[in-house]
């Protein structure tokens, strides 16, 4: 009689949407190891924040990617947060996963997590 039961989440839910076209062109671009693509939908300083994020947790870079799964997509105000899991293997030849996230305002890729 005395358990109040499960206590409510103190933190707001964010809702799911649809993987944004432009972080989905990122995945298919590293995927298919096409940085032209990649130049095309990103810049220069968004682009090396994207080579920092697909490094290991021991500071190798991952040299080559096997898989990038799209783990889902949340968005506020107009923009949307989309996360993936990349697998593969560093430049030590080690069996490497990392998850980044791609921030997407306007349909452009504005930044790396």
């Known amino acids: 009689m005395t358990d109040a039961g ?3 989440n103190p933190y707001p839910t964010l ?4 993987e944004p076209p432009a972080s989905a062109e990122v995945a298919a671009a590293l995927a298919n190891n096409d940085p032209k693509a990649l130049a ?12 920092d994020a697909l490094t290991d947790p021991l500071g190798v870079p991952i040299a080559d990617i096997r898989n ?3 783990v889902g997509a ?3 105000e107009g923009r949307v947060l989309a996360g993936y899991v990349v697998t ?3 430049m ?4 490497a996963i990392v998850g980044f996230v791609l921030s ?3 349909g452009e890729i504005v930044g790396v997590n």
């Open 6 to 8: 499960p206590r409510e």
């Open 15 to 18: 809702d799911r949407v649809e």
């Open 40 to 51: 095309r939908v990103m810049d220069n300083e968004t682009l090396t924040a994207l080579k």
């Open 68 to 70: 990038v799964k799209f």
């Open 74 to 76: 949340t968005g506020k």
């Open 88 to 90: 593969g293997k560093d």
């Open 92 to 95: 030590n030849g080690s069996d």
């Open 104 to 106: 997407v305002e306007n």
